[in-house]
Antibody, heavy 122, light 113 residues
Framework: EVQLVESGGGLVQPGGSLRLSCSASGFTFSNHAMHWVRQAPGKGLEDVSAIKIDGDTTYYADSVKGRFTISRDNSKKTLYLQMSSLRAEDTAMYYC???????????????WGQGTMVTVSS | DIVVTQSPDSLAVSLGERATINCKSSQSVLYSSNKNNYLAWYQQKPGQPPKLLIYWASTRESGVPDRFSGSGSGTDFTLTISSLQAEDVAVYYCQQYYTTPLTFGGGTRVEIK
């Protein structure tokens, strides 16, 4: 079964840091670009960051650029999102997402994890 | 950034009736070299992650019932549920994946009348 399982969310104070992880199984992780998508409570979806299969090519939404870092370990089949200088507006469910076809991040998202909740509050 | 706008924000449809959701992008998402529209539709039920329904604007994902269909090209797209079932109550999102940042519409809530 193709599966993505996120972990690492929780309550953090403004200005704090958190690292999210996403463990992949059931498909060849190293062959697929991956994204992090977030959803604030009761709100819509925002594509936060993406990484290509090489692990070196990344992009970030303007809202998180300079504060978040995406990375991957293909040997561990794991995707990461290092978040720093967190703000109240970063409060959201964070989903790890797989693209359908492979190396390009210009692709639809066919597999979503259940998400991990990040709450930024004092 | 490409702005994706959905309409309506919500709609209520009787069981067995047709539901139509519109999606408009601020610029074309049709890639000329391969003639593909970089547009997807997702369904999200309460407490669940989104689920892919349609990609390339009209290709149904494996396992998705054929009452769901997508159409359109360029900047204007439509998701149609031909005969609404109780399990179709959800929020529906369209997304462009033509260019970064990949962007989603604001969502359309579908309810039973």
């Amino acid at each position: 079964e193709v599966q993505l399982v996120e972990s690492g969310g929780g309550l953090v104070q403004p200005g704090g840091s958190l690292r999210l992880s996403c463990s992949a199984s059931g498909f060849t992780f190293s062959n697929h670009a991956m994204h992090w998508v977030r959803q604030a409570p009761g709100k819509g979806l925002e594509d936060v960051s993406a990484i290509k299969i090489d692990g070196d090519t990344t992009y970030y939404a303007d809202s998180v650029k300079g504060r978040f870092t995406i990375s991957r370990d293909n040997s561990k089949k794991t995707l990461y999102l290092q978040m720093s200088s967190l703000r109240a507006e970063d409060t959201a469910m964070y989903y790890c997402v797989k693209v359908i076809r492979g190396s390009s991040w210009y692709d639809a998202f066919d597999i979503w994890g259940q998400g991990t909740m990040v709450t930024v509050s004092s | 950034d490409i702005v994706v706008t959905q309409s309506p924000d919500s709609l209520a449809v009787s069981l067995g009736e047709r539901a139509t959701i519109n999606c408009k992008s601020s610029q074309s998402v049709l890639y000329s070299s391969n003639k593909n529209n970089y547009l997807a539709w997702y369904q999200q039920k309460p407490g669940q992650p989104p689920k892919l329904l349609i990609y390339w604007a009209s290709t149904r994902e494996s396992g998705v019932p054929d009452r769901f269909s997508g159409s359109g090209s360029g900047t204007d797209f439509t998701l149609t549920i031909s005969s609404l079932q109780a399990e179709d109550v959800a929020v529906y999102y369209c997304q462009q994946y033509y260019t970064t940042p990949l962007t989603f519409g604001g969502g359309t809530r579908v309810e039973i009348k």
